[in-house]
């Protein structure tokens, strides 16, 4: 019974998602209270639908209230006659987060928005690293399967105890209770876990609009990420003519100049995977972001060889998004595209601008993988 | 709550069983995870014999148990754990439970108007505020039993919701959610459209006698005279007959039989405040229309007297709480925690205005005065200062005029009557109004008189505007034809645009508003398409 109230609730958040009841949309309002999150103060907002009525304007309703004042002093905001507890949270002055939703909402509108479909992990689909062993030994189960040698066992060990076994003539028969057949056991699943490597290209040609652009969708994709895996790594590598990993701060902040060679990029990705995450445990997302102007077509050569013959057959996906810069050429792409025209473990987007970023994560979790 | 509750004692007067007796109503499913742990009910046993002890008079009541999610669940459907399917409750569960996740609110309780009374205490309550919780409720029980104006209310209304929502579940599956909901939009629209009055006067006769009972009384009424159907006077002899009918008279009622025919033939015969039973007598509805639309009537009418009372409600289970907390149940040792739960209830912010606050003052104030005798025509002509300070008759009569008053009147009365210029001091009551200059709230008085009138408006009609229909069948061409008795304050324009939208919607056909905006007398009319507003002359 208490469980209906999901429905109802349900209900309401697609009228005020829009998506449903076009004609509410105009009673809409986007009321807010105060609340406190630890130290600070939070604005949850609390959208309202007002259903029409006849009521007075509330331009000259005015009221009674409560408090210290002379005639003529300004009482704050929309005064209203409260309710019991008299908690106000109201704090005017303070520095006041915004609070939307939770990352799950959030993870799960994003789902719903771009029809995002759940992700298969990697060991799920993968039935040849699972095997049933025969390894156990059960009380029931089909002839064919039966142990002969240790239901023997079992009726000697019962005719002893019940002193029918006579050594001069040993005649084991079983009886029900004493066979003994072989069953299987599953390999355990490898854990549905992830790790996703974030390769930006921070060279002299990467701006900060580029690097909010690859802020902005790396958060997305983390979010979504974490909605579908127990726990996700994430990894940070910022490269230039040469590759370092960093922590999160300093991925986003870093402004270096100089020349760029992805391959340095990839190369380090490479020796994380290898030495850290074990192919059969992880399910693994590199996601490089650049400006596409490579150094070289030779470097250019080493990291689509790389893609080929070590990140292809390791990892889930492989995304490639290319930003735009003025100074950029965006060739790499191009590159990446000639060698691999269509192939289903690489992803590639454009993303010119912030408006982009949308199709852009659509390109890159759309997939399922 | 793992050990069930002691069965073989049932605390008399309380039908807290096992195994609920009334097992059709479901409460929140027959789920022994709502019961009473035996701490807790061993609570409200005594708290009930403290309640029967200063005079409290309730239905049985069952308390249940619910943890802060199912209580902000039950408290989204008002109070019922199930009511028919729709949005708003969601949109008000969104908000409870968004409040209580970041510690704004907390539900402690909630009581329903019901015979046997239902009440549901949150789990992860201290003790000494299940006491107060527990005090406070059967005031509340009380005072639904007790107060006059609901005296018509539907005391089996836990089943009824659960009814209503069976048929409207039915409805949604036959034609559809969408279909359904957005005529149930409209339905609400305009369930404040009924006639607070109407429970407790008989308006007009019942439809079936309106004609029947007319012709009857006429027949009764003339006298044959030659003079169609007017009412005269016995009198025996003809020669008196001018001296006990005289002209005048005849005239007089003439008139009156004028008037009569008149009214029958204007549909509505009177002014109906009660638009939803127009609506549903006259619209021309779906069957499962109708049954809607009766629906949200009935549930309006249930409701109504809650608004009417709710300060004086909220007051008497306050004080309630108080006196039996601090005068019997309350141990040394929670003192503290409760005074800081009582203070929560009963704070002013600003800005506001706290009925539990105001309510429980006022109670408190007349107790002691009918107590000290300050009432009567000596008290209200005394101007000097000092007697009225030192007044005291020792009469007594607090607790016995309290329960008179919560007897007898709703918010309206209970303010006009006892609201005191004292009291508005003392709780620095001051009115607001909107500054247009200044696009705020500004505050505009202090004054006694003042204060009394806004609040009084205020609660008026609860707030609601007073809209009558008084035409059925305006221009002859079946549009509906309602009037809005201003009395100071204007409608809010956009929003009566829409409501009218949504009548024509019910009607079928257009309707017309008259009310006034910016002092200007105005028609308002929408056909269901379009709105349009056109001038009135004075």
Redesign the interface.
Known sequence: ??L??E???????H?VRGK??K??KK?MSKGE?????GRNV?S?P????D???????????????????????????????????????NAPGEHVLE?ELTLEELAQILGEELGLPRIQPKGHSNVVAEKDRYTGISRVGPESLRHFKLTYREALKRQIASGTYDPARPVVIPIKEDRRYRSWKSKPRPERNAVVIYMMDVSGSMGEVQKEIVRTTSFWIDTWLRSQYNGVETRYIIHDAAAREVDRDTFYRTRESGGTLISSAYKLCQKIIDEEYDVADWNIYPYHFSDGDNWSSADTRDCLDLLEKFFFPRVNVFSYGQVESEYGSGQFLKDILEKFPSHDQLLTCKIEDKEHIYDAIKVFLGTGK | MDTPPDTTRTPEGTTAHRRNPHASL?V??NDRRHELPPEIQALVEEIREYAIEFGLDFFPTIFEMLDYD?IN??A??GGF??RY???????S???LS??Y??????IYEMVINNDPCYAYLLKCNEITDQKLVIGHVYAHCDFFKNNMWFAHTNRKMLDQMANHATRVRRYIERFGL?RV??FI?AC??????IDYYAPHIKRHPDKDDRFTGREAESETRSQGDGVNGVYKLRSNRRYMDKYINPPEFIEEQRRKLREEREKARRFPPEPQRDVLQFLLDHAPLEPWEYDVLSIIRDEAYYFAPQAQTKIMN?GWATYWHTTIMTQRALKDSEVIDYADHH??????????????KIGLELFKNIEERWNKGQFGKEWEECDDLQARRNWDRKLGLGRQKIFEVRRIYNDVMFLDEFLTEDFCIE??????????R?G???????KFGD?KK??LA?LTNF???V?EIVNGNHENRGELYLV?RHEG???????????LK?LAFLWRRPVNLETVIDSRPVLMRHDGKEFKSTPMKQ
Do not use: C
């Open positions: 019974m208490i209906d109230i429905q109802d609730v349900n209900r309401f958040k009228i449903i009841r004609d509410l009673f209270m105060l609340g406190r999150k939070v949850i609390l959208p309202q639908i259903i029409p009525r006849f009521k007075f304007g509330s331009q000259q309703a005015g009221g009674v209230a409560q408090g210290d004042g002379e005639e003529g002093t300004p009482i704050g905001g929309e005064p209203g006659d409260g309710t019991g507890s008299g908690e106000a949270g609070v | 479901t929140i499913g199912e669940q039950v989204a459907r754990p199930v399917p729709h949005w708003r409750f969601g949109m569960y969104d908000e968004k409040g996740t970041y510690g704004l609110q907390k969408e909901e957005r939009d609400l629209s305009v369930e404040n459209l909220e203070s929560g209830t009963v704070a002013m912010s600003p800005g506001r205005l706290n009925p539990y709780n620095k009551l001051f009115v607001y109004d909107y500054d247009r200044t705020q709230y500004v505050i505009s008085s202090r204060i806004r609040l205020m707030g609601n505007p809209i809005h304050v204007d409608l809010q324009v956009d929003y009566s645009i829409e409501t949504n």
